[in-house]
């Protein structure tokens, strides 16, 4: 005769937002994997445990059913209902501390995996404190008129933008940043030259993934791009981090030190992140070592519109005469970052590789926000906002510039951008990374810049983001770096 056990163990959460079906379900599956309920013993009618639950008969019917059907529970003419003839053992956790679960945690994860959980490039990305480098003046955004393009986009789109598209994008958007990039950038591109990709960082990903081979070399400027350099790291790539210097990426340095590169990566227009701009004989001798030697070169755009001086710089890709430049450009910096979208700009004998490649990946991006994006370039919006920023940041940057100045000069020498979305504020005593964790204590997200490094020997200097920063912030949160240098140093 089977044993019937009481399930006292069950609880049921009136007031919750579970109906008591699903409540009911997970408890008595919960306690088949975990043991508690023992094979083939005897649970109580329906009737009963309605009873004993206070509840309906019907959920308590209803979490029988499903059970049985995902073969939990056996029903039985006349009998009963009882727990089903199926071995959970090796679903149950391992006690830890076992050598067999200390087997299983290290063996786990590929080695990739390991160094993927390593990075730094997605640190505190989620929350948008003042100073953060790379974040925009999300505050300036016209929302309005994103708005206009958002419900004209998903009032208008076509079948085609509800399903996966084009792996190379949405036409109308890639005509779009055509015109924009030619006019502004100097890019020699068509629109079927353009992948969307979803931003920046995605471009990087998937170059690496469709250029690279494990063990091949490629050379990065050093301090460069986090995410870059470890992207390409996780491919299995041979990287070499190449010094820059006031001309940009020292070439003669990597053609001294390093074997010849399958690819380069460089940020030509304005350094990352020490904010140089490569010279143009260093751009023709780039493009030529290029050539010669058979290598791509990654150009990232990353901030070039924001330039406060004078016009943004013809880009490298705009000088380039043999296709060797990939050109790479983001929408996070120039609208928000959550709108996920940025580009690259192919040399023709690899649209059809990336094409492939973004299909095998990620099948492209929303076709509903590329058609919003596109009718904010279409109306006019997109270069109004630019300029806005363009004015609004050297505004931030020069308050940023005279409030440290004023308030913490005896401790900092701020550099006076011409250009991009952040400074370097060197210190005169102390430690950069060290202060950087005081700062984020009291709610300012700052950079070191030896974060930024591989090998080469960088200033004690904190990278602070001033896009992202309202006027009042920046006043605010600069005298706030003031009194927190005045705490530690004042006394010495």
Request: net charge positive.
């Amino acid at each position: 005769m089977a044993i019937q056990l009481s399930l006292s163990f069950i609880t049921i959460d009136r007031n919750g937002q579970v109906p008591i079906y699903l409540q009911l379900e997970s408890e008595i599956r919960n306690a088949v994997l975990n043991g508690t309920l023992p094979i083939g013993v005897k649970l109580p009618s329906t009737r009963q445990l309605a009873r004993d639950l206070k509840v309906s008969r019907i959920p308590i019917q209803n979490a029988y059913e499903q059970l049985s059907a995902e073969g939990f529970l056996t029903s039985k003419r006349g009998a009963g209902t009882f727990i089903s003839e199926v071995s959970v053992e090796n679903l149950r956790p391992k006690a830890a501390g076992t050598a067999f679960a200390d087997k299983i945690e290290h063996s786990r994860l590929s080695e990739r995996s390991r160094f993927i959980e390593r990075t730094l490039a997605t640190t505190r990305i989620e929350e948008v404190r003042p100073f953060r480098p790379g974040i925009p003046g999300i505050d300036l955004f016209p929302q309005k008129a994103w708005g206009q393009s958002w419900r004209k986009a998903v009032k208008q789109s076509v079948s085609t933008n509800y399903g996966y598209g084009n792996m190379a994008g949405s036409l109308r958007l890639r005509t779009a940043i055509a015109q924009h990039l030619r006019h502004a950038r100097g890019v020699k591109c068509t629109a079927d030259q353009i992948i969307i990709t979803g931003g920046a960082q995605q471009a990087f990903s998937l170059l690496s993934f469709s250029l690279l081979d494990p063990g091949v070399a490629v050379w990065l400027e050093d301090p460069g791009h986090i995410a870059i350099r470890d992207a390409m790291t996780a491919m299995n790539s041979q990287v070499f981090p190449v010094p820059v210097d006031p001309e940009g990426i020292d070439i003669a340095y990597g053609k001294k030190h390093y074997i010849t590169p399958k690819l380069i990566f460089t940020t030509p227009s304005h350094q990352h992140p020490l904010g140089t701009t490569m010279s143009l004989q260093r751009r023709i001798d780039l493009l030529n070592y290029a050539h010669e030697n058979d290598i791509w070169v990654i150009e990232d755009d990353y901030d070039s519109e924001f330039r406060y001086s004078e016009r943004p710089l013809v880009s490298l890709q705009g000088l380039d005469r043999h296709q060797v430049v990939i050109y790479v450009g983001s929408f996070s910096k120039t609208l928000f970052p959550g709108v996920r979208l940025g580009y690259i700009v192919a040399p023709t004998d690899l649209i059809d590789v990336l094409k492939a490649a973004q299909g095998m990946l990620t099948h492209g991006c929303c076709g509903i926000v590329q058609a919003a994006v596109a009718d904010f370039m279409e109306m006019g919006h997109y270069e109004t906002h630019i300029h806005k920023m363009r004015k609004a940041y050297k505004d931030r940057s020069q308050l940023l510039v005279s409030t440290l100045q004023e308030k913490a000069g005896k401790y900092l020498e701020v550099s006076n951008p011409s250009a991009g979305m952040h400074l370097l504020a060197y210190l005169k005593q102390g430690d950069a990374k060290a202060l950087c964790k005081m700062l984020w204590q009291e709610g300012i997200d700052a950079l070191p810049l030896t974060m930024f490094s591989a090998q080469a020997k960088v200033p004690n200097a904190m990278v602070l983001g001033f896009a992202c920063a309202t006027e009042a912030q920046i006043v605010e949160y600069g005298a706030k770096i003031a009194r927190i240098l005045e705490q530690q140093f004042g006394r010495a």
